[in-house]
């Protein structure tokens, strides 16, 4: 049983599933209306107002969330998090309400993520658009079945729209028209990309285009579809409500009225923009795309490791290196008993990636390294993820004070530690067994060799020598043994 989580600029939602008969049935969803997204004041911060609403739907949620035996929990946040200034003191407060870590997933995973979902509920094999109008961004996928071709994330969303064009909640002519020609503008540069030529049908995936399609359908507006002529007649009878809190149409609950407008306007943009005809409202999306790649996951086909390979191959890495890398270090890591596991996986595909800085130049390549892991598009990774990564390849080699502040986690510093030896070991063409080198970390590193072995690679002695004194500069004790 799995559990998704989408912390939205507008909404909070969960789904709890069941995965059987190859199928994602869902057996629990709430919602909290919390809109995040209007809680950032003119610094960019969340407002203490905001995170408190936040806490308490979290807190909600963690009492669902305890309810269910669930193998596996992941808590997605969009872009309302992602630009927030003080994420950073936001997180651990929510996180400890919630009970599980968040993830803050950059627009272009979320609109992978969002495609999976979509992708579960559509089986043909055509070319599809699909569109995904959140509280703070807008995504756009061009897929050919189950296969993505393009993604692009939009920083527009209905919460910022309404606040901008919408203000206390009043809906008029110029102003509506003004948030069309904005929601244009942010539109146009991309526009000839996802031109009718590459796709045969379009799909809107999020609640706000579900919304929208409610409102058409029950209220008889336009040709009954999401279409320009739809869009316009809902335009003309949401001015005519004067005000959000004054919008009667069937089907629309309160909270979605209040940001309806700007939703309109960015959906009238985009199809203005790009020339889409109709829009196909489907009912699956990012909490859906979540519980797949759980899933997914859990039997071993995990996204991440193909986006490695395929990082590994675009700039045409060493494999054979690289590999051996990444299977020394888990070894050693594994030798070091680890608490956290999930830093198996990160210093696995860290090992793999560690040489990608070469691609730019030999001098610094693990800095080079390090800031293409960091900002490189990695689908299936979360940006906590791809961070951890890069302070790890970044630590491979030299000095470790740009890095001292996280080798507090002891876990992080056995993976530093392994990372370090590893590639040691594949510089110096070695491959050390189980029983030629011991190690223990713990308030200290204490490494046992034997002399034969050393006495077999005299270098090692001079590199293990000097790797003593980069971790001696850290405060971090380093004791070697020779055993006969």
Same mark, same amino acid.
């Given at each position: 049983m799995f559990a998704a989580i989408d912390l939205g600029s507008n909404s909070f939602r969960l789904h709890i599933a069941r995965y059987e008969d190859d199928a994602m049935r869902i057996i629990k969803s709430a919602r909290d209306p919390v809109r995040l997204g209007a809680g950032l004041d003119s610094k960019g911060?969340?407002?203490?107002?905001?995170?408190?609403?936040a806490i308490a739907s979290l807190t909600r949620f963690n009492a669902i969330l305890t309810s269910y035996p669930l193998s596996a929990v992941r808590v997605v946040a969009t872009n309302t998090v992602r630009v927030a200034k003080n994420a950073a003191q936001f997180l651990p407060v929510a996180e400890a309400a919630l009970g599980y870590p968040i993830e803050?997933?950059?627009?272009? #995973?979320?609109?992978r993520?969002?495609?999976?979902?979509?992708?579960?509920?559509?089986?043909?094999?055509?070319?599809?658009?699909?569109?995904?109008?959140?509280?703070?961004?807008? #995504?756009?996928?061009?897929?050919?079945?189950?296969?993505?071709?393009?993604?692009?994330? +939009?920083?527009i969303g209905t919460v910022p729209q309404n606040l901008a064009f919408f203000p206390d909640g009043r809906i008029e002519a110029a102003a509506f028209d003004e948030a069309i020609l904005s929601a244009r503008s942010r539109f146009e540069d991309a526009a000839l990309l996802f031109k009718p030529d590459f796709w045969s049908a379009a799909y809107g995936s999020s609640g706000t285009v579900r919304a929208i399609?409610?409102?058409?359908?029950?209220?008889a507006l336009g040709d009954g579809q999401i279409s320009l002529k739809s869009l316009q007649a809902l335009k003309k009878r949401l001015i005519a409500f004067g005000h959000t809190d004054d919008i009667a149409?069937?089907?629309?609950?309160?909270?979605?009225?209040?940001?309806?407008?700007?939703?309109?306007a960015v959906l009238i943009a985009m199809m203005q923009e790009i020339g889409i005809k109709t829009i196909s409202p489907v009912d699956a999306g990012l909490r859906m795309g979540v519980l797949w790649d759980l899933q997914w996951r859990a039997s071993k086909l995990d996204r991440r490791d193909q986006s490695v390979r395929d990082f590994q191959q675009r700039f045409a890495l060493d494999a054979v290196?690289? #590999?051996?890398?990444?299977q020394t270090a888990v070894d050693i890591f594994a030798l070091l008993k680890p608490t956290d596991e999930t830093y198996i996986g990160l210093l696995g595909w860290s090992g793999l990636l560690h040489e990608i800085g070469l691609v730019i130049s030999h001098s610094s390549y693990h800095k080079h390294a390090a800031y293409m892991i960091e900002n490189a598009d990695l689908p299936g990774f979360t940006a906590r993820e791809q961070r951890v990564m890069s302070r790890l390849v970044l630590a491979q080699k030299g000095n470790l004070r740009k890095v001292e502040e996280m080798l507090s986690n002891p876990d992080f510093a056995k993976a530093v530690l392994?990372?370090?030896?590893?590639?040691? +070991?594949?510089?110096?063409?070695?491959?050390?067994?189980?029983d030629e080198l011991r190690l223990k970390m713990k308030n200290r590193i204490e490494v046992e060799m034997h002399k034969d072995w050393i006495k077999r690679h005299p270098t090692v002695s001079y590199w293990i020598e000097k790797e003593k004194d980069v971790w001696d500069e850290v405060g971090i004790e380093f004791s070697i043994r020779l055993n006969a």
């Open positions: 911060n969340l407002s203490a107002a905001a995170i408190d609403k803050i997933i950059s627009g272009e #995973e979320e609109g993520l969002i495609y999976m979902g979509v992708a579960s509920v559509l089986n043909s094999n055509e070319r599809r658009l699909v569109i995904d109008i959140g509280g703070g961004s807008t #995504e756009l996928i061009i897929s050919h079945g189950q296969q993505i071709e393009k993604v692009e994330s +939009f920083t399609a409610d409102a058409i359908a029950k209220n149409l069937s089907g629309m609950k309160a909270d979605r009225a209040t940001v309806i407008a700007g939703g309109t290196r690289a #590999e051996q890398v990444a392994a990372l370090r030896l590893a590639a040691m +070991f594949m510089h110096a063409r070695i491959a050390p067994g189980a």
